[in-house]
C-alpha cells in the first residue's frame, strides 16, 4: 500500500536560534521561512529542509508534508498504528498528526 507523504525535514528544538541558524548556513543552508524574532526559521539547501525552533517544543520531531493527511490517517489507523493527536476527519484542508517511532521519535505529518 502506497503512502505518500510528502516533503520530508527535520524539526530541531534549538536553545539559540542565531547560533544554530548561523551554523546551518556555514553548511549552505539559507533560510527560506519563518521569523527570527518569531523563535523559528525554516532552512534549505537544496532538498534538504531543517526548521530551527527556539522554545517551542522539548524534543526534535520528525515532519512530514502530504497533500492528504487524512487518507493518510485512515491507513494508519488501519495497520493499528497509535497516533498521539489526530486530524479531523470532518473537516478540509490543513490539518496534522502525531505519532512516534518504537523508539520514541516524534513523527509530525502536518498538511498546510
Do not use: C
Not at 79 to 106: C, F, R, S, W, Y
Amino acid at each position: 500500500m502506497d503512502m505518500e507523504l510528502g516533503t520530508f525535514s527535520v524539526s530541531l528544538a534549538v536553545k539559540d536560534l542565531a547560533a544554530s541558524r548561523a551554523f546551518y548556513e556555514t553548511l549552505g543552508f539559507k533560510a527560506i521561512h519563518g521569523k527570527a524574532e518569531d523563535n523559528w526559521l525554516i532552512l534549505q539547501n537544496g532538498e534538504a529542509k531543517i526548521g530551527l525552533f527556539q522554545g517551542m517544543f522539548e524534543e526534535n520531531i520528525l515532519t512530514f508534508n502530504p497533500k492528504d493527511v487524512r487518507s493518510i490517517q485512515k491507513t494508519l489507523k488501519s495497520q493499528g498504528i497509535k497516533l498521539e493527536k489526530e486530524a479531523d476527519e470532518t473537516t478540509e484542508g490543513p490539518a496534522h498528526l502525531v505519532l512516534h517511532d518504537p523508539d520514541g521519535n516524534m513523527i509530525l505529518i502536518d498538511q498546510f
